[in-house]
């Protein structure tokens, strides 16, 4: 019998590639939460020769917490990995509340739950390095100084600390793992690289922020899941693990490559935006003990990671809506 993967918030964009990452590897019984359905242009694993096998269910965690719990004991998953998080950071400032209803408070019982059983071999954490702030020097998998400037990571962070409490006093099956910026096919047009080929493709300018000085190290999508799966196999219970990729580019590093891609003159492209409050200007995690315990590295360079979700978008994404270029926060409707 094949061992149970579920994976929370399969629907986000991490976790959807997530979840073709293992339907394509057939190794797993996949099931996956979702609070919303998307069209199947961002769910990466509808194209999947085995989408048939993912069993998904719908649950709210800013609504009602028991659901989880339910499905949890229901499923007993040998392996749970954790996405589900509201991760636009700008955002956070408009509705802190609701930021730590989801990320934080609504898991407690299931953590709770989790804790008190011994069918969980793995709970996966899918945390952030925004925790740390900007840093001047690379921040190992091991280092404790936080400096979280949005409530988002604020909210990441409380909710590292409680899964460590049940951890350490309780036995829970933890590992945490963070993730410089990752990108990759299907993700949704209001961030960096979409939005960037549909402003080309629509003739829109482009909002860069700061003069695109703001430094990123950017993972792509198959190395993204395969740094997960490597834990899945080899992690180790009470560890961290850092993940990113090779080189550090600005956004307008970025901007660049893909107008270049694209055979488009960037000059046409780029208008000046507006700052965000609390924006780090980067993120250095080192990754050294991650790479030599997980036997992990990144294989994409930017460009062919790019070059990819070029071809995705011009296969799934045809005359975007002007209303997709930015994020609709769901938790300010009344």
Known sequence: ????????????????????????????????TYRRKKNSSYLPYKFSK???????????????SNQLLKLVA??????????????????????SEFYFQTN??????????????????????????EIFGSSKNFVNENHN??????????????AEILLKNYFKNYNLPLIISRFSNFYGPGQPIYRLVPKIIACID???????????????????????????????????????????????????????????????????????????????????LGTKKTRKTLNWKPIYPLRKGLKEIIIYHNRHFNNVPNKLFKYIDTSLKK
């Open 145 to 158: 100084i936080f400096n979280p400037s949005t409530p988002y990571a604020t909210s990441k962070l409380s």
């Open 74 to 95: 229901k499923i007993k998953p040998d392996y749970i990995i954790d996405f589900a998080s509201i991760c636009m950071v700008n955002e956070s400032w408009k509705n």
């Open 104 to 129: 934080v408070l609504s898991k407690i019982k299931t953590i709770e739950y989790l804790s008190q059983t011994n069918f969980l071999k793995k709970y996966i954490y899918i945390s952030t390095p």
């Open 202 to 284: 629509n003739n829109i300018k482009f909002p860069i922020q700061g003069n695109g000085k703001s430094k990123r190290n950017f993972i792509f999508t198959y190395d993204f899941c395969n740094g997960i799966n490597k834990m899945i196999e080899k992690g180790k219970i009470g560890q961290t693990y850092h993940f990113s990729g090779s080189n550090f580019n600005s956004v307008f590093d970025v901007v660049k490559t893909v107008c270049d891609l694209k055979a488009h003159n960037i000059k046409t492209l780029i208008k000046k935006g507006r700052g965000r409050i609390g924006h780090d200007l980067v993120y250095k």
């Open 50 to 64: 085995n989408f048939k096998l993912f069993k998904e269910y719908k649950v709210d965690l800013s609504k009602n």
């Open 1 to 32: 019998m094949k061992s149970k993967i579920l994976l929370l918030g399969s629907s986000s964009f991490s976790g959807a590639s997530m979840v073709k990452y293992l339907l394509d590897k057939n190794k797993y019984s996949v099931h996956g």
